[in-house]
């Protein structure tokens, strides 16, 4: 392993590397904070901190439809963590994927997004890495299955979907613009959820924020680009604001994989960031979408599964959700209108009835309403009727779920 | 800590007064909604589908009753949950982007209430075995070196401030479920772990009968907690200092 040849090193050799690019205390505590603001905004802590593990110590699983990968440990460790690594060769790491000695990294690092950040942001996130606890911890191997655990298979990969290059401004936009471009693009690595993963496990830039099936999660991450579905086109930059940063809003909550995202990244960006992103997740929004599918069932069938859906809405829903699906927004989210519920993949709705969900408690929204999970309530028939009813009453345009699909989710991982 | 707790309130006062104005725009449609209930038995609606609407449990055996419970117990469950250090994926899942200070809140909630106690079981096992139950609730086993339940949860079952879990109300399935999670090192606790070294004593026969004998007892006359340090513990616990 090249780590630990770097290890037998002397240490001297280390600091002599160091002298030359470490800057003067006096800039030190300003640039420590945009680094840890930026580490924020690209939410490095998600992945590479386990669970009760140590803050960047990395060793969290990340299952793929691959294998199991281990997060590394970004700690300035010498021998376990990043210690030894040049500003040069952290931004080697984020900018082209590669590992000091020129290796190649699998692409759950969001590198095809971070390539967008700039060598001044990439430096401040460095210096702020180098400043935290160094944490002894060894990287754990990954566990992948053949052929994927062969490295030069990220070769192929790199040259479908991966475009070197830092962010180029619009320059027929605003600069509010492109700063939300920026961090959706960059930091953000939004595309890595809201862009379809194909089955080489890569996504087309042609089909950018389009949505997609998040692999292994079972959730499904919206369109942000059609109005039919997450596209923000008839939201207000308020509304997208209170999402982002608070995790609750007029128009919907963010459950699942995106409270993540938000509670470890997006709450603790600034007014003028958040305002930024709203501008131009806005302007993502195309005015039409594909037309929806004319619902499966025949008539009989589905007006019976209606009438049991209405029932158990009325029943188990209606006292938070209202008996027209209005809600009591920001905390009981509306159901009518609500384009997270019509979209063309039911998966989202079926989820939230089975498990429930709590948004993130955030800053903005401290203390959070949560919604009960009726999986162990409700049978397959249940769960199918009580969400078609709310995917086609009050206007809602989405087609009906069969028990089947409600089924299937009941063996979806919880986290 | 307690200065955020206490500015928590007031915060989120001044949020749901901001929030409307921004809505009242929003909304295009011409009645203002109504506004969810401003209370933690409207935020914690989300544990009443198995844990009931107080915290009184429900028909399902295995779903805990977690009212009156001292609070400092509550709480260290929760995080140990939004953690991963108490595994149950759907309590995992609920849990886990979730602040400390909600968790105490939430905590503080569950430990003010007292819903009345679930009528008490009707023991499936013999005598004899209610008897051990009994006997080693009561007096432990002082043979194989077992303190009684009763040293640290108090005389009266009902826990010691702060974190110690009152016993009663729960059912036999529950209780079993749980001694054997800590038996096999399934349930674990900050070190010093006193229940798993408690449990690890026990043989599979003693938690059957002590589960059935606690799940036997009626409700206490007085449904409150021991005061902190009001008992002296034959074991140091990690997650009760005293």
Redesign the interface.
Known sequence: MPRTLKALLPAFLVSLLWAGTSPAPAQDAALLAKGEYLARAGDCIACHTA??GKTFAGGLPMKTPFGTLYTSNITPDPQTGIGMWTSDQFYQMMHNGRFPDGGLVYPAMPFASYTKVTRADSDAIYAYLRSIPPVKQRNREHDLKFPFNNRSLILGWRTLFFNEGVYKPDPTKSAEWNRGAYLVEGLGHCGMCHTAINALGGSSESQAFEGGLIPMQNWYAPSLTSNKEAGLGDW?I??IS?YLRKGVS??GAVYGPM??V??NSLQYLNDDDTRAMAIYLKSLAQGTSPDKPVAPLPSAESSLLLSLGKQIYDRECAS?H?AQG???????P?LAGNQSIQMVSAVNAIRMVL???????TA??????????????MSDDEVAAVVTYIRTSWGNRGAAVSARQANELRAA??? | MTVLLRT?PI??LL?SIA?PV??A???T?APP????PDTMA?????????HGADGEGTS?VYFPRLAGKPSGYLYNQLVAFR???RKY??M????????D??LK?MADHFASLRPPFPAPAVPAVSNDVLARGQALVKEGDPKNGVPPCSACHGQSLGGMEPAIPGLLGLRANYISAQLGGWRYGTRTAAAPDCMQIVAGLLTEDDVKAVAAFLSSRPAPTDPSFASRGSLSMPLACGSQPN
Do not use: I, K, W
């Open positions: 669970r009760e207000t308020e509304e209170d007029a128009r409270a993540e938000v509670y938070c209202g209005l809600g009591m927004p920001p905390h009981y509306p498990n429930g969900g709590y948004p993130p408690g903005g929204n401290p203390m959070p309403y949560g919604m009960p999970p009726f999986a162990h309530r991982t919880l986290n | 928590l915060f989120t949020v929030l921004g809505l725009q929003a909304q449609q909604p109504e506004r969810a409207a935020r914690v609606l989300a544990c009443a589908s198995c399902d953690d991963g250090r994926p759907p995992n899942y609920l849990l886990d982007f979730l602040p200070a909600y809140q």
